[in-house]
């Protein structure tokens, strides 16, 4: 359902079909805070993404500044290089020579600007990041290969690692690298798989024909021929979980623009964003303020709460889950008192 006509639907309860007291933009405005607080307190969107390695970026840029120039279609941007000041630098004794003083840093190895250029063989002096969705609120499982990954920090791979960056592997572990463009490395680094077959095509594949791109996260939003992930409420995506990473997070809801848009919750969930809403605008000090009203919907705004509370516990509970250690774990083994085995039989 379109916010159009989820507003026509709220208006009806406001009575205040013309907007002579609430306008459209307090009750856009009230619509997308209902929405934040009902994901903030029920964790209920949740989504998934399969990411590439190496990933795929439509566009690398060098200075902060630049982020604000890059083409609508470059959503899927990867920050290269190091800053020092209004200069861009590659290894870390060159902020040293522009300073002026003793080059002392050692810094061995290449750095790229794309981070399939760290998967072709030469010895790298920073890890290739990956980008975490950018819808993502808080991530809930990651894997590589489909082996599930755990958190660790950047201290502790060099504490116990000291070519970490040139480790290689299957990845076991992932920290995150920047806070502010929030992206993460995978620990070792991973082989690069380069050659696939599709159609009869041959090398890196992005998208074959008939796929729709997701600039957003560079991914394949769904391909032709098939039904919109909108419908099903499934992303289709070209590559699949072997020798890639897989997330999955609770989705930070994406604000309504236009008023065409129907947003991220789905139809049966939208009747809880809309009682919040109603009791934000009876609520607020206008002329149409009515208390009562007001704590009528704020009621059933927090029924809607608990009940998809429950649904969400209940979802969990169905699942049929099995836990396993990674290794079996060193047993005791009680020895008992028994006779040789070459001791005479005695009968009774």
């Known amino acids: 359902m379109s916010f159009a006509d989820q507003l026509t639907i709220?208006?009806?309860?406001?009575?205040?079909?013309?907007?002579?007291?609430w306008s459209?933009?307090?009750?856009?405005?009230?619509?997308?805070?209902?929405?934040?607080?009902?994901?903030?307190?029920?964790?209920?969107?949740?989504s998934y993404v399969v990411q590439r390695v190496p990933g795929v970026y439509t566009v690398a840029y060098m200075h902060d500044w630049e982020f604000g120039y890059l083409p609508l279609c470059a959503q899927a941007s990867y920050q290269c290089l190091r800053q020092h000041d209004s200069a861009v630098f590659c290894h870390s004794w060159e902020p040293q020579v522009v300073a002026?003083?003793?080059?002392?840093?050692?810094?061995?190895?290449?750095?790229?600007t794309q981070p399939w250029e760290g998967f072709v063989g030469e010895t790298i002096g920073?890890?290739?990041?990956?980008?975490?969705p950018t819808t993502q609120r808080n991530l809930k499982f990651i894997a590589y290969d489909e082996f599930p990954l755990f958190a660790t920090t950047k201290k502790i791979i060099q504490s116990r690692d000291s070519s970490y960056l040139v480790?290689?592997?299957?990845?076991?572990?992932?920290?995150?690298?920047?806070?502010?463009?929030?992206?993460?490395v995978l620990y070792p680094r991973p082989p690069a798989v380069w050659n696939e077959e599709l159609d009869n095509a041959e090398g890196m594949i992005v998208a074959d024909d008939g796929d729709?791109?997701?600039?957003?996260?560079?991914?394949?939003?769904?391909?032709?021929?098939?039904?919109?992930?909108?419908?099903?409420?499934?992303?289709?995506?070209?590559?699949?979980?072997?020798?890639?990473?897989?997330?999955?997070?609770?989705?930070?809801?994406?604000?309504?623009?236009?008023?065409?848009?129907?947003?991220?919750?789905?139809?049966?969930?939208?009747?809880?964003?809309?009682?919040?809403?109603?009791?934000?605008?009876?609520?607020?000090?206008t002329d149409g303020r009515i208390p009562s009203l007001a704590a009528y919907w704020g009621r059933r705004y927090g029924l809607g709460v608990r009940a998809l509370k429950?649904?969400?516990?209940?979802?969990?509970?169905?699942?049929?889950?099995?836990?396993?250690?990674?290794?079996?774990?060193?047993?005791?083994?009680?020895?008992?008192?028994?006779?040789?085995?070459?001791?005479?039989?005695?009968?009774p």
């Open 10 to 21: 709220i208006r009806r309860f406001l009575r205040d079909p013309n907007g002579n007291i």
């Open 212 to 285: 729709t791109e997701d600039v957003t996260d560079g991914q394949i939003g769904y391909r032709g021929g098939t039904d919109e992930p909108s419908e099903l409420g499934v992303a289709f995506d070209l590559v699949n979980t072997t020798d890639n990473v897989f997330l999955v997070f609770d989705v930070d809801p994406v604000d309504i623009v236009g008023e065409t848009e129907s947003g991220d919750f789905p139809d049966w969930m939208q009747k809880y964003l809309r009682a919040g809403v109603l009791e934000r605008a009876y609520g607020a000090n």
């Open 126 to 132: 920073e890890p290739p990041r990956f980008k975490f």
């Open 100 to 112: 002026g003083i003793e080059a002392d840093a050692t810094d061995a190895g290449a750095h790229v």
């Open 24 to 46: 459209d933009a307090y009750l856009k405005r009230q619509y997308n805070d209902v929405q934040k607080d009902l994901q903030n307190r029920t964790s209920i969107l949740e």
């Open 167 to 184: 480790t290689q592997g299957r990845p076991v572990a992932y920290y995150e690298f920047d806070d502010i463009d929030e992206t993460y």
């Open 310 to 347: 429950r649904y969400r516990r209940n979802r969990v509970k169905d699942m049929n889950n099995r836990l396993v250690t990674q290794r079996p774990g060193n047993r005791r083994k009680y020895k008992h008192a028994r006779l040789p085995d070459s001791y005479p039989d005695v009968q």
